[in-house]
């Protein structure tokens, strides 16, 4: 089976943009930190991660996404603007805006890939995202609107 109809549309794309920008990536998911890098891994996007990949531990309190953003941060000597958060849950958002970071929040449809979900797009809109795309299509146009 194809990994394709699990991807948000044109992720990949987006990935590799940012891959050929030079661009850190790293995945942060509130999962356990086995089943996300498994779940990278079978959809193909694992590879992009070059930063790492970070999920929930056994010591809770030794992982969140705040403390991700934070390593990151400290690790490359970024200002909060210099940082682009790119996630589809509100956690993540309100993390991203606390730190002054660029926030895009992804309201795509599980089930229905092509249509925006006007429910999360409202909770990604409340914890502050600066921009909100249902899917990568434009994803060009995002880096180039984000990197001009």
């Known amino acids: 089976m194809s990994a394709a109809p ?6 990949l794309e987006f990935l590799q943009s940012l891959r050929e920008m030079g661009i850190n990536c790293y995945l942060a998911s509130g999962t356990d930190v086995e089943f996300v890098k498994n779940e990278a891994s079978l959809l193909g996007v694992a590879k992009y991660f070059d930063g790492g990949i970070f999920g929930a531990l056994r010591e809770y309190k030794k992982f969140s996404k705040a403390m991700i953003i934070q390593k990151i941060i400290t690790d490359f000597a ?3 603007d210099e940082l682009l958060i790119v996630g589809d849950g509100y956690v993540e958002i309100e993390n991203a ?5 660029i926030a895009v929040g992804v309201a795509s449809v599980e089930d229905n ?3 925006m979900n006007a429910d ?5 809109i409340r914890a502050g995202a600066d921009i909100i795309i249902p899917d990568f299509r434009e994803g060009t146009q995002l880096l180039n609107y984000l990197l001009t």
């Open 6 to 11: 699990l991807r948000v549309p044109m992720s």
């Open 78 to 80: 970024l200002s909060g």
């Open 97 to 101: 805006k606390a730190v002054g970071a």
């Open 113 to 115: 890939r092509y249509n």
């Open 120 to 124: 999360k797009r409202e909770r990604l």
